[in-house]
């Protein structure tokens, strides 16, 4: 039996660890988040231990996160005002990046794999875990395909979202944060928070609407698309 001081130190000892190599060699790819997930899943396997376990001597983790998107919130604060004299325009981009989030990953999804759940998880993808995980319920999508691939794009976009947007000619801060928080919620905005207060501010922004504008379309476009596929 695993206990909470012995999960929280090794944890905390594993992602420091990675964190120091990142730093020291300077590689976008060697994500201490990404690098402590894999270590915790083989070590889990490797040691037989059931991840109920883990995850019950992990309970203070669990609150620090939930502090810690609050804090998110504080960059958003000091850039409001910005916001206000663009907020038509930051709509109507969050708009589209949800649509198009939406509509593309389910009619891929539907064209490749023909499996409807599987359409369905991977539709929202790119959403805040809570949300995602009670939509994804409403329409009988797979749960855990879900909570996978928000994993996946929250970790994509950490480690090549900014590398990428900025192959293409995307290099405002503001444009950044939008596309980050938009498309890899939560992983991404603290990610890229490390940059800047402004990349920070506009992926809470974007992650705290998008989450919203899906909540709203999603268990309406689902089943549409559903209809004519």
Same mark, same amino acid.
């Given at each position: 039996?695993?206990?909470?001081?012995?999960?929280c130190?090794?944890t905390?000892?594993?992602?420091?660890g990675?964190?120091?190599?990142?730093?020291?060699?300077?590689?976008?790819?060697?994500?201490?988040m990404?690098?402590?997930?894999?270590?915790i899943?083989?070590?889990?396997?490797?040691?037989?231990?059931?991840?109920?376990?883990y995850k019950?001597?992990?309970?203070?983790?669990?609150?620090?996160?939930?502090l810690?998107?609050?804090?998110l919130?504080?960059?958003l604060?000091?850039?409001?005002h910005?916001?206000? $004299?663009?907020?038509?325009m930051?709509?109507?981009? +969050?708009l589209?990046? /949800?649509? =198009?989030a939406? !509509?593309?990953?389910?009619?891929l999804?539907?064209?490749?794999?023909?499996?409807?759940?599987?359409?369905?998880?991977?539709?929202?993808?790119?959403?805040?875990?809570?949300?995602a995980?009670a939509i994804?319920?409403?329409?009988?999508?797979?749960l855990?395909?879900?909570?996978?691939?928000?994993i996946l794009a929250?970790?994509f976009?950490?480690?090549?979202?900014i590398?990428?947007l900025?192959f293409?000619g995307?290099?405002?801060?503001?444009?950044?944060?939008l596309?980050?928080?938009?498309?890899?919620?939560a992983?991404?905005t603290?990610?890229i928070?490390?940059?800047s207060? $402004?990349?920070?501010?506009?992926?809470?922004l974007? +992650?705290i609407?998008? /989450?919203? =504008?899906?909540? !709203?379309?999603?268990?309406?476009?689902?089943?549409?698309?559903?209809?004519?596929?």
């Amino acid at each position: 039996m695993l206990t909470l001081l012995f999960s929280c130190a090794v944890t905390l000892l594993i992602y420091q660890g990675f964190a120091k190599l990142q730093a020291t060699l300077n590689k976008v790819w060697l994500n201490p988040m990404l690098l402590t997930v894999l270590t915790i899943i083989a070590g889990l396997l490797l040691f037989d231990i059931e991840y109920s376990s883990y995850k019950a001597a992990s309970t203070p983790f669990s609150y620090l996160l939930e502090l810690a998107v609050v804090i998110l919130g504080y960059p958003l604060y000091q850039h409001l005002h910005s916001m206000k $004299q663009q907020w038509r325009m930051i709509g109507i981009i +969050l708009l589209a990046g /949800a649509l =198009i989030a939406i !509509v593309s990953s389910f009619i891929l999804a539907w064209f490749i794999i023909a499996q409807p759940d599987v359409a369905v998880s991977l539709s929202l993808k790119s959403i805040t875990t809570p949300i995602a995980i009670a939509i994804t319920e409403q329409l009988n999508g797979n749960l855990a395909i879900t909570a996978f691939t928000i994993i996946l794009a929250g970790l994509f976009g950490a480690i090549w979202g900014i590398p990428w947007l900025t192959f293409i000619g995307v290099t405002s801060a503001n444009a950044q944060g939008l596309a980050i928080g938009t498309s890899s919620h939560a992983l991404g905005t603290a990610t890229i928070s490390q940059i800047s207060y $402004q990349h920070a501010a506009y992926s809470s922004l974007a +992650l705290i609407l998008s /989450a919203t =504008i899906t909540a !709203v379309i999603g268990p309406l476009l689902i089943p549409f698309l559903q209809t004519i596929l």
